[in-house]
């Protein structure tokens, strides 16, 4: 089984629009983190929010927010008012500990596309 | 504050060559981590290091090597390369502190060609 799905290969949004991007995890451990990076055409994973499992509330970064379902394995990205500079490929990640061991685990990306 | 600095950003070998790629993390971290990005496979861990010691390891071949020094700067070796080795390196750099810890920063990886 995946332990990070990203279900939207690609998608496309209009400028100044918010965009929600999809991110479901699995998982046994009760401490986990879960991060966002995005990826531009330059190669660079640029870290963009974190939400700690045991954080009460959803993580917010300027106009990146996660929503953060714990019940759901949920741990969706929210961008608000999308910018042309906001076209990339987005990676949702996991952190968990396997056998004492710090494991991370990346999704398969989806990739922005912001239309002026 | 530095952030993760990858060296060299961009390098082309022939087949049979080896190849070594450092990575510097942030000044206080103490782990190291190395992912292998191809457009087949998706980012895959290689290994991580965490005061000069391997932590952990994925599943790659024993021609992937790497270290850690006692400054935390990190090295990574492939032996003997494939044309299936060309992808992007990418080095993550952390305090190692436990997985409910926020941070955990990426350099601009080191782009490899094999010819």
């Known amino acids: 089984a995946q332990k990070i799905t990203q279900t939207q290969p690609g998608m496309f949004v209009q400028e100044k629009e918010a965009v929600t991007l999809d991110c479901t995890y699995d998982t046994s451990d009760p401490s986990y983190g879960l991060f966002w990076y995005k990826q531009p055409s330059s190669g660079e994973m640029i870290f963009l929010i974190y939400?700690?499992?045991?954080?009460?509330q959803n993580a917010t970064e300027g106009r990146y927010s996660l929503n953060f379902q714990k019940a759901r394995k949920s741990a969706n990205l929210v961008i608000s008012a999308s910018q042309l500079g906001d076209s990339a490929m987005y990676f949702c990640?996991?952190?968990?500990?396997?056998?004492?061991?710090?494991?991370?685990?990346f999704g398969t990306g989806t990739r922005l596309t912001i239309i002026p | 504050k530095a952030g993760v600095t990858q060296t060299p950003r961009y390098l082309i070998k022939t087949r049979g060559q080896q190849v070594t790629l450092s990575c510097s993390p942030i000044?206080?971290?103490?782990?190291v981590s190395w992912y292998q990005q191809t457009p087949g496979q998706g980012l895959q861990f290689l290994f991580e290091y965490f005061s000069e010691t391997q932590r952990n390891k994925g599943n790659f071949p024993g021609r992937f090597s790497g270290r850690q020094f006692s400054n935390s700067r990190s090295e990574m070796n492939v032996s003997t390369l494939e044309l299936g080795d060309s992808a992007l390196y990418l080095c993550a750099s952390s305090s190692g502190g436990g997985a409910n810890t926020g941070e955990l920063f990426f350099g601009e990886g080191s782009r490899l060609t094999v010819l």
């Open positions: 939400q700690g499992s045991y954080d009460q």
């Open positions: 000044s206080g971290h103490r782990s």
């Open positions: 990640a996991m952190r968990e500990i396997d056998f004492g061991n710090e494991k991370l685990t």
